[in-house]
């Protein structure tokens, strides 16, 4: 067996981040309360953390590329075919990541520009009409479901490909290499350099601010009350 580099570091942290940030920010939202506060916080983070993602998406390593891994019908065909060989997400798996960034990109969306009628407000609420972020909260609530579809899908295919295909997800992730049997014509992740780094944070940062509303104006101050006499 031999040990290929197909994982970079950014995009690894990226991954265990955004899993705990999503499950924090799903923990938090049934419970409510004083935990959305952290709620909102972790929205932020998430929407920061899909900017980042995308940059990387274009100037990373070999693997961590749409470009690389997304790839039309007769690819993911020949894949279900047993014909495909490569490494990094298949392309089965790459309409899964393509799924869950989506959707996590409009359910964070839902969120910022969203309300819960007590005391929470999203820090984008004050950009769009009440009627609106009423009914991007009704779409937000409901998205939930849908967020944990995808990870339980998420989950059952690391399980299904540990069990069936002996093929372990996880481990990679952590380690950033994977062992194979016949190396030839695999490519070792390349790329990514710090230039491309720092542009990838400098947007996801940006995305982050952007989404947590510290650019608009302070509101006006309530006006004074009236004296009693």
Partial sequence: MHEIRIWDLPLRLFHWMLALAVTGAMISGQIGGNLMIWHGRLGILIAGLLGFRL???????????????????????????????GLGHNPLGALSVLGMLTALGLQTAGGLFGNDDIAFQGPLYALVSKDTSDWLSGL????????????????????????VHRDNLVRPMITGRKAVANPDGLAQAQGGGIAALILAIGIGVGTGF????????????EPAAAPAW
């Fill in 55 to 85: 940059a990387w998406g274009l100037v990373g390593s070999t693997h961590a590329r749409f470009a690389s891994f997304v790839r039309g019908p007769g690819a993911i065909l020949a894949y279900l075919r047993g014909e495909w060989r």
């Fill in 140 to 163: 937000h609530r409901k998205g939930f479901w849908l967020i944990l579809l995808l990870v339980l899908t998420h989950l059952g295919a690391i399980v299904f490909y540990l069990r």
């Fill in 210 to 221: 952007a989404a947590s509303g510290a650019w608009q104006p302070p509101p006006p101050p």
